[in-house]
């Protein structure tokens, strides 16, 4: 049998992270001779998509105690879980170590967990804020997170005002009429 490489453990990790069986994906995790970021990333997710937010968190530490760097992988899975777990602060704190302590550039990717985090605190006025000054024009993850946000404030209207500044984006116009409409009114096929 051959031996298994970073790359077969790490797929591994994220097989049974993915089924919830975060034990063993710590066991396999644990197995790696010679761990790569990717490897950490894929532990550090694991953790964060099994509610284990503290523990990714710790990892990201551990990770640059082991002599690695975090990516801009590392920080999505990091940022991503503090939203889930709603710890705002602490994700636009990543977004900001990103560029200032690391010297990363962030991509859409990271503004759109901020926002997602910032939405699903109720603090939609934030998260137009960054909306509107980030460096990319938002894109359906935006779009959808702020929609949402605003759905279970059943404040709509605010969406509706920004409606004009959209590209002409079907899945936009979807979840935004989905959002107005009442369930047993909704367009189901065409």
């Known amino acids: 049998m ?42 550090i997710v694991a953790y964060a998509l099994n509610g284990y937010r503290a523990r990714s968190i710790e990892l990201l530490g551990e990770l640059g105690v082991a002599g690695m760097d975090p990516d801009e992988v590392t920080f999505t899975s990091v940022m991503g879980a503090c939203g889930h777990a709603g710890s705002v602060d602490a994700a636009r704190d990543y977004l900001r170590s990103m560029r200032v302590d690391r010297g990363l550039a962030p991509r859409e990717e990271h503004y759109a967990c901020v926002i997602d985090a910032l939405c699903r605190a109720g603090q939609i006025h934030r998260a137009e804020d960054l909306i509107a000054n980030m460096p990319f024009l938002p894109g359906i993850t935006e779009w959808t997170s702020l929609i949402a946000a605003c759905k279970s404030q059943r404040d709509v209207e605010r969406v509706l ?4 500044e959209l590209e002409h984006n079907s899945e936009v116009y979807v979840l935004l009429s989905n959002s107005i409409m009442p369930r047993s009114e909704r367009v189901t096929s065409v």
């Open 2 to 43: 051959p031996e298994w490489d970073t790359i077969s453990w790490t797929i591994m990790i994220t097989a049974y992270a993915h089924k919830g069986h975060i034990a063993q994906a710590q066991r396999f995790f644990d197995g790696i001779q010679q761990r790569d970021v990717a490897s950490w990333n894929a532990m």
């Open 161 to 164: 005002a920004r409606v004009s």
